[in-house]
């Protein structure tokens, strides 16, 4: 009976429709197993309508569980080698690292512990692993990275729910939606796997149940079409934005327009490694999104969309026209490039035209 109150309860924080309050709750266990016997919680309020409200702020859901206003909750230290990341969370665990985790890391040691709870639920089909975490993945792997460098004694501190899939993603997706750290491709497609598993492919009803509009999920669907071919291009996933990738989804579509795209992003992807290579700055993710819709026009207003920017992000060398006598090509003033780097934007402006099939050789 309390696992079926809990997860009613837990569902009522995930809905904005107004619900009664929840019945009152069996006791706690503390981290150490023994139960709180407090007094219970208040009522909790109705919830209010907010208009143009979008998602539920944390102090209205997650602040809730993490405080300990809903009982039912478990709470509990435990090692984080016994716990596994759910497949449904956004966030990909290997892309993080000492580097950029570094500030938890660093809070960790400062605090002596853990004082922020992630949120997991227990699993009973897996002998390698007890509880299954739902979000808190970089304290997961700080925590981690701690125990394994010189402080064994750090525990991963969790609440343990009882919730279905379908919860635990837009238990999760609110927690995601707070986070700067995880990219719009990572959420995008995220959000593409989710369409399938939880709400049939049906775009209305997935989007009813995040509380976002139809259109702004369309959009991050569709973006989460791209290929990790085209996305090499950038200097990084976490640069890419669902607005002006947008464009880019859509001109995936069409088949011809598709292999320029992915020849172009070849072609960036190489010179991306160079820059990183020489110590130079990335080409920004609007100019790699401007050049691979450019490699989708007529061969000479591909070659006429070249632009080398200096490390201060201003314009140095550009290709403004191609014709049969030959290349127009701009040096920008005031672009705070020295002469180095602009020997390097007509070396790469030069391989572009040959690339594009207007070199002046040819």
Not at 8 to 28: C, D, I, K, M, V
Not at 175 to 187: A, F, G, Y
Request: hydrophobic share 40%; charged share 30%; proline share 5%.
């Amino acid at each position: 009976m309390a696992g079926n109150r809990q997860k009613a309860y837990l569902a009522n924080l995930l809905s904005t429709e107004p619900e009664a309050a929840p019945p009152a709750a069996s006791p706690a266990e503390t981290a150490d197993g023994a139960a709180e016997t407090g007094p219970s919680p208040a009522p909790a309020a109705r919830v209010s309508r907010m208009a143009g409200s979008t998602l539920l702020g944390r102090d209205s859901a997650l602040a809730r569980i993490a405080s300990g206003e809903i009982q039912q909750v478990t709470r509990r230290v435990v090692d984080p080698a016994r716990v596994r990341i759910w497949e449904g969370n956004a966030r990909r665990y290997d892309r993080l690292s000492e580097e950029n985790c570094h500030d938890l890391i660093d809070g960790l040691i400062a605090e002596g512990a853990q004082r922020i709870p992630a949120v997991a639920r227990r699993v009973e089909d897996d002998p390698d692993h007890d509880l299954e975490l739902i979000f808190g993945t970089r304290r997961h792997f700080s925590v981690s990275w701690l125990r394994a460098n010189s402080y064994p004694d750090f525990q991963l501190l969790v609440d343990i729910v009882h919730i279905d899939d379908e919860a635990a993603f837009r238990l999760a997706d609110i927690e995601n939606r707070t986070r700067k750290d995880v990219s719009d491709i990572e959420r995008a497609r995220n959000y593409r796997a989710a369409l399938d598993s939880h709400y049939g492919g049906k775009q209305v009803r997935m989007a009813e149940r995040l509380k976002v509009s139809k259109g702004w999920l369309s959009k991050m669907l569709k973006v989460a079409e791209i290929p990790d071919a085209v996305l090499a291009a950038f200097a990084s996933p976490d640069d890419i934005q669902i607005a002006p990738a947008y464009p880019l989804a859509q001109a995936l579509d069409d088949k011809t327009k598709a292999k320029a795209i992915g020849d172009a992003a070849k072609r960036l992807a190489r010179e991306q490694a160079d820059r990183h290579r020489d110590n130079a700055p990335a080409i920004p993710a609007a100019e790699v999104i401007r050049r691979l819709l450019a490699a989708t026009k007529s061969p000479r207003a591909q070659a006429s969309h070249f632009v080398y920017k200096s490390e201060l992000g201003r314009e140095a060398l550009s290709v403004l026209s191609v014709n049969r006598q030959g290349a127009t090509i701009r040096l920008h003033k005031g672009s705070g490039a020295n002469e180095e780097a602009l020997v390097t934007a007509l070396r790469e402006a030069l391989a572009y035209l040959d690339e594009t099939g207007h070199g002046l050789q040819s």
